[in-house]
């Protein structure tokens, strides 16, 4: 039975503390890695900044994200890589007027992450880099927008010829309604602009009215290097379909 100490231990812990981070999805498509699937979250480690603000907010963030292929057709249906990334990072946003037209730049993103595949041998991969993020809205909160994502990033030992396919930035955006339609795109060039990779996501809400929830129906295409941390320097392209829970 809880009691009031449980109840504040747990408040103390969680209440406004972790969050969303990355997307949330389950997808299946064909080939050998059918299904992808990816979970994440931040917790908040501490305040920086004004309490009291109702325009900005200022922490220390502990995030992780997991993402996985999945050879889900073969026999046993054998993971065939999966990607573990925990990270440390000062994040500063600003919410973004309602109505604003404009351009606005809403936050900063400034920390360290660690990407490792959990394999050894032959097979193991892993690297530590330092990034900084930043993120531009075009348009108002509640409406169709614009956002921008510019990512600049530098490699902390290790990473081997890792930085040859995956370079030294990449930028992400969407465009889309807060609550309609939305086409999100992840795009890198490698080192010498010449390892191009692109991501789409485009997802469309949903609400499943028998268990109250509102999920989102997500088609995602991949056409590039390293969709998997095993295969940095393969290139490979797939088209997949699914339900995602945080876009």
């Known amino acids: 039975m ?14 406004g503390r972790l969050q969303a981070h990355e997307p949330v999805y389950f997808i299946y498509g064909s080939g050998t890695q059918a299904a992808k699937f990816q ?35 073969a ?15 000062w994040e500063w946003i600003k919410i973004p ?17 660690h990407e490792s595949n959990g394999k050894g041998g032959a097979n193991s991969r892993s690297v530590n880099t330092a990034d900084l993020r930043s993120v531009f809205f075009v348009g108002p909160a509640d409406g169709w927008r614009l956002v921008l994502v510019p990512e600049v990033l ?14 030294y930035g990449q930028l992400r955006g969407s465009l889309g309604k807060a609550n309609g339609p939305l086409l999100a795109f992840t795009s890198t060039a490698g080192k010498g ?10 997802t469309y809400p949903v609400h499943v009215r028998f268990l ?5 129906v997500l088609v995602q295409y991949f056409n590039g290097y390293g969709e998997s941390l095993l295969s940095y320097n393969q290139k490979s392209e797939s088209l997949r379909l699914g339900v995602a829970l945080v876009r």
């Open 75 to 89: 026999a046993s249906s054998p993971f065939y890589d999966t990607s573990y990334m925990p990270e440390l990072f």
């Open 154 to 167: 530098t490699y902390l030992g290790g990473a081997g010829d890792i930085a040859e396919y995956r370079g």
């Open 2 to 15: 809880e009691t009031e100490a449980d109840a504040s231990i747990l408040g103390r812990t969680f209440a």
């Open 39 to 73: 979970f994440s979250f931040k917790y908040k480690l501490a305040d920086l900044g004004d309490k009291t603000s109702a325009t900005t907010l200022n922490s220390l963030q502990l995030g992780y994200t997991e993402r996985s292929l999945w050879d889900i057709n």
């Open 97 to 113: 007027a309602k109505k604003q037209n404009d351009l606005s730049w809403n936050a900063l993103q400034l920390g360290v992450k």
């Open 212 to 216: 109250d929830m509102s999920i989102f």
């Open 193 to 202: 602009l010449d390892h191009r990779s692109v991501q789409l996501d485009m």
